[in-house]
């Protein structure tokens, strides 16, 4: 009897053995595979591109994300395309996004009077930290740089199938393509279009709209049993295309939170707010001279809502 339960203890042993190695030659091969594919990357060397990030540590679970999505074609001092501050609560697993309009009008350290984007093109994340916490009292603890090239591959992992949107009329100017009217599915180069069309109707303020979009549906499809077989992969092709000192628990924490669906849709928040700015021409082109008690008001009430609801609820 000992002996056959030996044995049966043995052979399940072998069993686990075997299909944790199964396992990890998996992740590895759909690793490497992602990173074969995503050769081109202009951060695939790893170096240090950017200076120091001093991010503050993050308070009582709350983690505020610099998202920055880098329009560079091979210049060495490229304007962020594209800025963001993606905030997660760890406790209430809500996720929000907070879009700068990239023609604010701010106040850039040694740098003087300038649009918001330029501050990137000055001194990169760390600089564009700065800007923000001395024009809008934010906090980042966190950065990460998109190069737009791998969007579209980052894109048709997660969701394979595309992704579906409303076109409000012909896009083409300036992306390569032309995306008719009316509900489509787009895939990844061309959902990359969609979002970086910047002849809108309504100017810049369409564009952050389609971002904002774009980045609740795909986070929506990120949460499938798909992508979920597909992560290593997905990790390989990113890898070269991002930039950020984001720690791997970071990572990890935010994504069980993404898979297991306790992440609600994402909530969304568009600095300036509404009836919060003016537009003006000035030495540096067109620009949004902002109202900052309005907007440090506004995103301060955004980011703090999960605070005065667990107030309210204990």
């Given amino acids: 009897m000992k002996k056959r339960t030996k044995r049966k203890w043995k052979r399940n042993l072998i069993l686990l053995v075997t299909l944790l190695l199964i396992v990890i030659l998996y992740c590895v091969y759909q690793y490497n595979k992602g990173l074969s594919e995503a050769s081109d990357g202009m951060y695939k060397d790893d170096e240090t591109t950017f200076d120091p990030f001093q991010g503050a540590e993050p308070q009582f679970g709350e983690i505020n994300i610099l998202l920055i999505g880098s329009d560079s074609r091979g210049e060495e001092q490229a304007r962020s395309d594209a800025l963001m501050i993606a905030h997660y609560?760890?406790?209430?697993?809500?996720?929000?996004?907070?879009?700068?309009?990239?023609?604010?009008?701010?106040?850039?350290?040694?740098?003087?009077?300038q649009k918001i984007n330029a501050a990137f093109a000055y001194g990169g994340p760390e600089l564009l930290r700065k800007t923000i916490k001395q024009n809008l009292d934010v906090d980042i603890n966190?950065?990460?740089?998109?190069?737009?090239?791998?969007?579209?591959?980052?894109?048709?992992?997660?969701?394979?199938?595309?992704?579906?949107?409303?076109?409000?009329?012909?896009?083409s100017y300036g992306i390569d393509m032309t995306?008719?009217?009316?509900?489509?599915?787009?895939?990844?180069?061309?959902?990359?279009?969609?979002?970086?069309?910047?002849?809108?109707?309504?100017?810049?303020?369409?564009?952050?709209?389609?971002?904002?979009?774009?980045?609740?549906?795909?986070?929506?499809?990120?949460?499938?049993?798909?992508?979920?077989?597909?992560?290593?992969?997905?990790?390989?092709?990113?890898?070269?295309?991002?930039?950020?000192?984001?720690?791997?628990?970071?990572?990890?924490?935010?994504?069980?939170?993404?898979?297991?669906?306790?992440?609600?849709?994402?909530?969304?928040?568009?600095?300036?707010?509404?009836?919060?700015?003016?537009?003006?021409?000035?030495?540096v082109g067109s620009v949004l001279r902002i109202d900052y008690e309005k907007n440090k008001q506004a995103l301060k009430e955004f980011l703090s809502q999960d605070n005065v609801r667990s107030t309210s609820q204990n």
């Fill in 142 to 171: 966190y950065y990460a740089v998109v190069d737009f090239d791998g969007f579209s591959k980052i894109v048709d992992i997660i969701a394979p199938n595309g992704i579906e949107v409303e076109i409000p009329y012909e896009m």
């Fill in 179 to 283: 995306l008719h009217p009316g509900k489509q599915i787009l895939q990844g180069k061309q959902l990359l279009g969609y979002v970086r069309f910047r002849q809108d109707r309504l100017s810049d303020f369409g564009r952050v709209e389609r971002q904002q979009e774009v980045i609740s549906k795909v986070k929506e499809e990120a949460a499938s049993i798909q992508s979920i077989v597909n992560l290593p992969k997905l990790l390989g092709v990113a890898d070269p295309y991002i930039d950020t000192n984001v720690d791997t628990g970071t990572i990890l924490a935010i994504g069980k939170g993404v898979i297991s669906r306790k992440s609600k849709q994402v909530e969304s928040l568009r600095i300036p707010i509404k009836d919060s700015y003016v537009n003006e021409r000035v030495d």
């Fill in 89 to 113: 609560n760890q406790e209430s697993h809500r996720m929000k996004i907070v879009s700068i309009m990239r023609d604010t009008y701010v106040d850039i350290p040694d740098h003087g009077k």
